[in-house]
Nanobody, 116 residues
Framework: QVQLVQSGGGLVQPGGSLRLSCRAP????????LGWYRQSPWKERELVAT???????NYADSAKGRFTISRDNANDTVYLQMNSLKPEDTAVYYC??????????WGQGTQVTVSS
């Protein structure tokens, strides 16, 4: 079983910033498209941002201009830098590594709460 290990998250005030990290085994990391998704109690899991093996990024409209996804191939880690956070960003965030149709792996999830 492949494990994606997440860190970061927590409680932040509106307008604040957080950075999420996710580390994957190198053999998986280097050949996978990576992404961040989120799920709140009142919504289905939704895409936040993705990055391909060659660094092409894609963002949900809600994340554009505020969030940045990046990958550190030397350390097998993908990051999500979140700025100008809003209460509606509150959710459990999941990292993802996929190479379809062969595999689609998820991290354990981390809570992000934006509240004053």
């Amino acid at each position: 079983q492949v494990q994606l290990v997440q860190s970061g998250g927590g409680l932040v005030q509106p307008g604040g910033s957080l950075r999420l990290s996710c580390r994957a085994p190198g053999s998986i990391f280097r050949v996978s498209a990576l992404g961040w998704y989120r799920q709140s109690p009142w919504k289905e899991r939704e895409l936040v941002a993705t990055i391909t093996t060659i660094g092409i990024t894609n963002y949900a409209d809600s994340a554009k201009g505020r969030f940045t996804i990046s990958r550190d191939n030397a350390n097998d880690t993908v990051y999500l830098q979140m700025n100008s956070l809003k209460p509606e960003d509150t959710a459990v965030y999941y990292c993802n590594a996929q190479r379809l149709p062969m595999y689609n792996y998820w991290g354990q999830g981390t809570q992000v709460t934006v509240s004053s």
